[in-house]
């Protein structure tokens, strides 16, 4: 836990500390939760959240005054939610910071966000996609027009991979409109519109607009009802590239959706380009990471889905000094899919059932999720429990898995192997850091 020195400090320079400090351990998002004694402050790092120091019960107020004040919200207003941005750079980063101000019954909860896009000016190649999904990728934005997807839950990588594109097509003849809620990243050459739902600048208005500024490539920073996927499909199909978010978990999923929003089956068949799904898995750290033997239910999952027998995996070593649990920062495991004409078919009938378009979408050469994250794991970026708790498995093929590794194990017994028990999952308990020195603040961040 990190001591800070209330009595003595400006609260300025205490939030001012917090936010630096949270920078430099990588934290995607700052927890201010209230309590019985105070404030505990947490952070997320690597999607996981860990203690940081308690703010006590006679500075909670002034504490959560300050940030209110930095973000532009109303500090007089304590009963309803409220959203706020801070902006700044640090350490030559510039770093967009979203707060959010949430009323519960101990008080005022906030929650900072970091958003830190500067992987998006490394190029495609940086955002983890392996040789196969990354020839697709390139196949897809080079297309003139149609509609990508990229899809995931919240906090997965959507945005940055939605900017990493946007740049590597940002060209001096290439007019690119965005319109998003809220914008992101400010990019150089691009035109980037804030919806505004309060004066009636919605997705849908803003949209009809754009379509008469003669863009060559729109991006709509997410579609969140009927109205924005019609639009943007219909967009997609006069000649424009088309690029946005939505929240589902993989291809079909994604079909399904646009379907269920009553985009036309003709029109979605036509419009659609490809479709890009992804999750977080922690990284493994490259220098405490250990080579250890497959237990029979690895063995079984690698035989089923990859085709593979594997004797022996990377996985974590404890932790050194580079790393926090045998882990440091995350890689992107992701879902490639490029609309084939046979998949536009599938698409555009009605009658198909749903098992025959998954099959269509499966067997082409789309690597599923869990394909995505057992290669990585057979390369050593991540380790297999973080592809088992973040990737879903059906429940028939997990029981048929357990059956098979059950099968392997008796096997083993029977020949006299040594048989290695399944590793639990980890249970991640939040790290002491050293004291930060408060004597030095730094000034005039916020």
Do not use: W
């Amino acid at each position: 836990m990190v001591q800070y020195d209330f009595v003595n400090d400006e609260i300025a320079n205490i939030v001012n500390n917090m936010i630096i400090y949270a920078v430099s351990k990588r934290a995607s998002d700052i927890h201010f939760d209230p309590c019985e004694k105070g404030l505990k402050v947490r952070l997320r790092i690597d999607g996981v959240l860990q203690d940081h120091t308690i703010v006590p019960l006679a500075y909670q107020k002034n504490l959560t005054t300050r940030i209110k004040l930095i973000s532009n919200m109303n500090i007089t207003e304590s009963r309803l939610p409220q959203d706020g941005a801070i902006k700044d750079t640090i350490n030559g980063i510039d770093l967009d910071m979203r707060v959010s101000a949430l009323n519960t019954n101990l008080g005022e909860k906030i929650v900072i966000r970091i958003l830190d896009y500067s992987k998006s000016a490394e190029g495609l190649e940086s955002l983890g996609f392996t040789k196969r999904n990354l020839i697709k990728i390139k196949k897809m934005i080079e297309v003139p027009n149609g509609i990508i997807l990229i899809t995931g839950a919240t906090g997965t990588g959507k945005s940055t991979t939605c900017y990493t594109m946007l740049q590597y097509l940002n060209k001096e003849d290439t007019n690119i409109i965005t319109v998003e809620d809220p914008i992101e990243m400010n990019i150089e050459g691009i035109n980037q519109v804030q919806v505004n739902s309060e004066i009636g600048l919605t997705f849908g208005r803003v949209l009809r607009s754009i379509l008469r500024q003669d863009p060559n490539i729109i991006l709509i920073g997410e579609i969140r009802d009927s109205e924005t996927a019609q639009i943007a499909v219909r967009a997609s199909i006069t000649g424009h590239l088309v690029f946005s978010t939505i929240h589902t978990n993989n291809s079909l999923s994604t079909i399904e959706r646009l379907l269920d929003m009553d985009v036309e089956r003709y029109l979605l068949s036509s419009a659609l380009t490809g479709i890009v799904s992804q999750k977080l898995a922690r990284r493994l750290c490259p220098h405490c990471r250990k080579t250890r033997p497959t237990t029979g239910y690895e063995k079984a999952v690698f035989k089923e889905v990859m085709g593979l027998d594997v004797k022996e995996i990377q996985d974590v070593n404890g932790h050194c000094d580079n790393c926090r649990n045998g882990y440091y920062g995350r890689i992107a495991i992701q879902e490639v899919l490029l609309i084939s004409d046979d998949i536009r078919n599938a698409i555009n009938d009605p009658n198909l059932p749903r098992e025959k378009l998954r099959e269509l979408v499966y067997t082409s050469d789309v690597r599923t999720l869990l394909q995505d994250g057992l290669e990585k794991v057979l390369e050593g970026i991540t380790t297999f429990e973080e592809i088992y708790k973040n990737v879903a498995i059906d429940n028939e093929l997990d029981e048929k898995y357990s059956e098979e590794a059950e099968y392997i194990e008796e096997s083993q017994v029977a020949a006299g192997e040594e048989v290695i028990d399944d590793y639990p999952t980890e249970t991640i308990s939040p790290t002491p850091s050293k004291p930060i020195n408060t004597e030095n603040p730094v000034d005039d961040l916020i």
